[in-house]
């Protein structure tokens, strides 16, 4: 073979081997991307200056409260009873003895004494002339605080003779009695007290007259039952035809609570007034603390030796939220401890230091060390040089 045909051939293996070649790398598959190599989605944020709190969830009962029971005063039997469920209010009648209503009045004591006697003072009269203008009547106008009322006394007795026993009570013969003199006294008006006017008497006489009562113009213990504000029947506890003087019934305030049994250590760090968030089907929504319960209790079907709590009452802030449920397991959450006026940024905004410790990273800058204090509700407190309100901040996204 010529040297001319040998270079020939020698210049085709190699560019058929360069051929091949190329056709190989061509054919090799290009590498994939594997999940966990996409980048992470970023945003920025700016570090804002806030109040962090923490918070403990405590499970609670939404419901009317704790039912007190209700007990009769009047002697007679039981007629009308009202049904579990039922709301009375004001002037309206909370049973019946011997066929006579007893109607529901206001107040913070109960009537301990007849009222019927003209410028009787005190302040019964008052809770009586209340109620009487709240349901409409007029009472005509009252003495003002201060004044001195001439009272009689009802049942007067001797002066002491000497040596301070008592003197032997005069005859009541007829020959006698029409000579003696009533007795009377006078008596300040305070600034809780009224008088029981004729125009007072008046009114009771209209009111008794409307709602079906014996028109006297006076009220006997027992004519009224007087509690602090309207009630809703939690239970009965006796049937028609029992005895009236005895506990008759159950019954609970009308606006609902939720009641959370607290240990005796945390229920101390809770005032009436805390503010709390409570956890409902259809969201979140805060209420308030309205009480703090001073009486240790055993749960009912709790664990054996489980501590006694005391019970926490909260009210939310807009009761139409809670206004289609009757009862419910509600959790709420009770603020602990709280920071106030501190740098925060979104939780995503921390970068984990190979060194240890965190950082955070400025905008088109540097990472900057941080040192983190609270974390609450997606934020946590952080502390670094040069880091101020309205800095912006890597977060993800």
Sequence with gaps: MSKTVRTWLAALVAVAGLAGAAVVWAGRPAATRTPHDRPVAVDTTPIVRTDLSTAEALPGDLGFGTAQPLKGVRDGIVTWLPSPGTTITRGKQLYRVNNRAVPLFYGAMPLFRTLGEVNTVGPDVQLVATNLRALGYAIGAQPRTGASIVVADADPQ????????????????????????????????????????????????????????????RIDVGDVLVLPGAIRVDSLAVQLGDPAQAPLMAVTPTAKVITVPVEAARAATINRGDTVTVAL?????????????????????????????????????????????DSAEVPVDFVGETREGVLAVPVGALVALSEGGYAVQVAGGTLVAVETGMFAKGLVEITGEGLTEGTNVVTTS
Excluded: C, F
Aim: proline letters at 11%.
């Design 158 to 217: 001797p002066a002491p003779a000497a040596g301070g026993e008592p003197a032997s009570r005069p005859s009541t013969s007829p020959s006698t009695s029409a000579a003696l003199p009533p007795t009377t006294r006078r008596v300040v008006v305070g600034a809780d007290d009224d008088v029981l006017t004729t125009a007072m008497t008046s009114a009771i006489r209209r009111w008794q007259r409307d709602n079906r009562l014996p028109v006297t113009g």
């Design 281 to 325: 089907p259809e969201g979140a929504t805060t209420g308030k603390v309205t009480a703090v319960g001073t009486a240790l209790k055993v749960e009912e079907g709790g664990l054996d030796g489980a501590p006694p709590k005391l019970t926490v009452t909260v009210t939310v802030d807009d009761p139409g939220k809670i206004a289609r449920l």
